[in-house]
Structure formats: C-alpha cells, structure tokens
C-alpha cells in the first residue's frame, strides 16, 4: 500500500524558495560594509613594474611644462601658448625619441584646462609623461 497515492511522482514547483537568495544577499551587503571603509583610508600603492623599462630617464632630458592659476603656460619657464607648446614637444620628439616630459601644475587648476594640456602633449608624440606633486603638509 502506497501512503501517497493521490500524489503524481511527477510534480513541479511552483513556488522559488527565496530564503537562500536572501542569505547569500544579506552576507554578501555585510562582506561590502565591512571592506569598503577600508578601501577607501587606503594610502598604499604598488608601483607597476615592467622589464621593457630597462633605463631610467635622464633628469638633464627632462622637459618640464607649467601652468598657474590663471592658467599661464610655460616650457622650461618660457610663456608659451598651447600650440607653441605642442609645436615645441612635437620638434623635441622628432630629435630625441625618447623626451619625458613632467607637467607642474597648480593645486586650484581646473581639471579641464590640466586634461587639454595632457592631450596637447599626447598629440606632440610624448609617451614619457609625469606629474610633479609635492607631499601634504600636516
């Protein structure tokens, strides 16, 4: 004698049991609040490193390019326009492939007039590219 006999041995669900979805929701919101804050103090950074980079870059080389507050543009301290500048480093990197380049701006710059000075520089050709910051005071 069957128990169950009314019952089909074939039968669907039709309801999704949602309590494990809701756990793994749940642990996985506690995961995030918990290593977020840490991600966001982090003050570490690991420098990339690469084997094609056999040589440093000559600090004599170095082109260095300003721009102040009032976004005044200077090459190796001479005022200059954008174009000029990018006339300029497009020459430098015709006669020495490998020319850096370090942009020194000013902390209240605005991001946009920082970016198109970037771009000016990527248009002249210049892969070697750097940013001079200095330290925070306490």
């Known amino acids: 004698m069957r ?5 089909q041995p074939l039968s669907t669900l039709s309801e ?9 929701a749940f642990v996985l919101l506690i ?3 918990i290593t977020t804050p840490l991600l ?3 003050m570490d950074l690991v420098v990339p490193s690469s084997q094609a980079a056999s040589k440093e870059v000559d600090p004599s080389k170095v082109t260095i390019v300003s721009i102040d507050r009032n976004e005044v543009l200077k090459l190796n301290e ?6 000029e500048i990018g006339q300029r480093l497009a ?5 020495d492939p ?10 209240e710059l605005s991001v946009q007039k920082f970016v198109s000075l970037m771009d000016v520089i990527q248009k002249a050709g210049v892969m070697k590219v750097g940013v001079m910051t200095r330290p925070e005071e306490d």
Do not use: G, W
């Open 91 to 95: 020459a430098l990197r015709t006669e």
């Open 78 to 83: 001479v005022q200059m326009t954008e174009s």
């Open 16 to 24: 999704i049991n949602v309590t494990p979805l809701l756990d793994l």
């Open 3 to 7: 128990r169950y006999s009314d019952k």
């Open 40 to 42: 966001e103090n982090s």
């Open 98 to 107: 490998q020319a850096a380049v370090v942009v020194r701006p000013h902390r």
């Open 31 to 33: 995961i995030f609040m």
